[in-house]
């Protein structure tokens, strides 16, 4: 069927010179990291390998003046808990008779306390003291920020018939009387039952220690053949 439908001419569409076309996007592999996402991670990880580097400045510093002329060995927490036991034992018994004896304290009443020292059915009682100062003189080299480390055996009773004038001036008015003297602290107390019965708290210093923020402990001392023993808790890098 005819029709009188005219067409006209059709013009195609031109593109503005002032638009350019939208180059299409790439497509995103799902399996690449995302780079804005990577920078705090890795600023974190050095955070942390700073905080790593931190700790401990003071042992570290100490053992790296040590191991240039002595020896530094590692050792595991039961090694280091007897040793240290036994250590403070051989302290004691050659330093306590001699202090015991200037407070005036008889040969019999030294020579039970002895025989509780060494009968005590426990184990060793060892933990970190007081801060360390230059004056104890424990190591030749001397860093600030360390502890002592020291073997305790506490709450021994003595008979203390005869005493100093100042122990027994210090026992009176304050209840209590503590001498430090080289590697040994003394502390007495006296007790309900009379003035000449008292309690004995004796610490020996063995070792020194630093603890971080999360409790973990670096233990050093000098062993009998003048080396060094050196026990970490765990994850502790510490050179040696």
């Known amino acids: 069927m005819a029709t009188n439908l005219r067409v006209g001419g059709i013009h195609a569409y031109q593109i503005s010179r002032e638009v350019e076309p939208v180059p299409a ?9 995302r780079e804005e996402s990577s920078h705090p991670q890795h600023e974190k990880r050095a955070d942390k390998d700073d ?3 931190r700790r401990f400045m003071a042992m570290r510093s100490l053992i790296d003046k040590l191991k240039q002329t002595a020896t530094i060995i590692r050792v595991d927490y039961l090694t280091t808990e007897s040793e240290l036991h036994d250590l403070g034992l051989a302290i004691a018994e050659n330093e306590l ?3 015991l004896l200037q407070l005036k304290i008889s040969l019999q009443e030294i020579d039970e306390l002895f025989q509780q020292i060494r009968q ?8 970190a003291g007081h801060s360390l100062s230059e004056a104890d003189n424990f190591f030749p080299i001397f860093i600030a920020g360390l502890n002592e480390y020291n073997l305790r055996f506490q709450n021994l009773p003595i008979h203390a018939t005869l005493t100093t004038d100042a122990m027994a001036d210090q026992l009176k008015q304050n209840g209590r009387f503590i001498t430090d ?3 040994l602290r003394l502390d007495f107390r006296k007790t309900l039952e009379s003035d000449q019965r008292l309690k004995l708290d004796i610490s020996v210093l063995v070792a020194i220690s ?3 923020e999360a409790g973990r402990r670096v233990i ?4 009998p053949d003048q080396s060094y023993a050196l026990y970490a808790d765990k994850q502790i890098d510490l050179s040696i």
Not at 25 to 33: E, H, K, L
Not at 120 to 127: F, H, K, L, N, S
Request: aromatic share 6%; no cysteine; charged share 30%.
């Open 181 to 183: 003297k080289n590697r």
């Open 51 to 53: 905080q790593a580097t």
């Open 220 to 223: 050093l001392y000098q062993r």
């Open 120 to 127: 005590r059915p426990a184990g060793p009682d060892i933990g």
């Open 25 to 33: 996007y790439p497509r995103i592999d799902p399996q690449q990291p």
């Open 97 to 99: 008779l001699d202090q």
């Open 210 to 212: 630093e603890v971080d």
